[in-house]
């Protein structure tokens, strides 16, 4: 698999054929590499920031993975607890992470953390993210798998303490494209008067409070900073969107 994991590339333009020397580096040189793809990055303010690689993986090679992990990942839909309310989480998810990590828990729910040597691609797809993201360390794995347009995830940060006051969560998509919604949290003054969600349904698409991506196949997304501090995302219901998507989203857990 790892051999089938190719990054994005811009399509050769078949009306113009490099240099020899040029495709070799000059002379004597060694070939040179593709330079890797550069993310389109959205500044939120106030130290959080969102990068966008819309053709991260290609294309052939990510369907590869999403047969994979279709077939393969112990998917799971537990029951979790959500304002006091217990229900069927609305979207398949399963749990990856280095051994001897502090447990995740999120909504009543505790999962059990498998290990990466269970699941090859896994590794291959975590390799290509730190290829991509220099600097930066996942060692845990949240998968979710959404079967058709009403599965979903609601409003939410993913601030628990055992990411740190700064996480970075990178998301890869395979299969269905998705809206992907970004919010600014609402303020504590909001929450008290009941107004929050209120004010949120309001908000224009075009309001600095609000932002929203198409995640395709294949593509991979970046929340840095003070993201989940100081913004929510969701991924809404959405009737047109008939097939399967899976969505990848490595975290680095604190030791």
Known sequence: MAS????????????????????????????????????????????SEVLHFPRFMAREAAWEVFEELDKRIPWTRPTIR???????QPRDTCYVADEGLTDLKYSGHQPRAHSWDEFPVLKDVLKAVHEALPGSYFNSLLLNRYKAGLD?????????????????IASVTFGCEREFLLRKKPTKTQVAA?????????????????HSFLLKHGSLLVMRGYTQRDWQHSVPKRAKAASTRIN????????
């Open 82 to 88: 959500v304002f006091g309310r217990s229900s069927v």
């Open 152 to 168: 979903y995830v609601s409003w939410h940060a993913d601030d628990e303490p055992l990411y740190g006051p700064t996480p970075e």
């Open 4 to 47: 089938r994991l190719r990054l994005g590339q811009p399509s050769p333009n078949p009306a113009s054929t490099p240099d020899p020397g040029e495709a070799n580096g000059g002379e004597g040189g060694e070939a040179r590499k593709p330079e890797p793809k550069r993310p389109e990055v959205t500044n939120l303010g106030g130290g």
């Open 248 to 255: 990848l989203t490595f975290r680095h857990v604190l030791s």
């Open 194 to 210: 009941g107004s929050g969600e209120s004010v949120r349904k309001r908000l224009k698409i075009d309001d600095p409070q609000q």
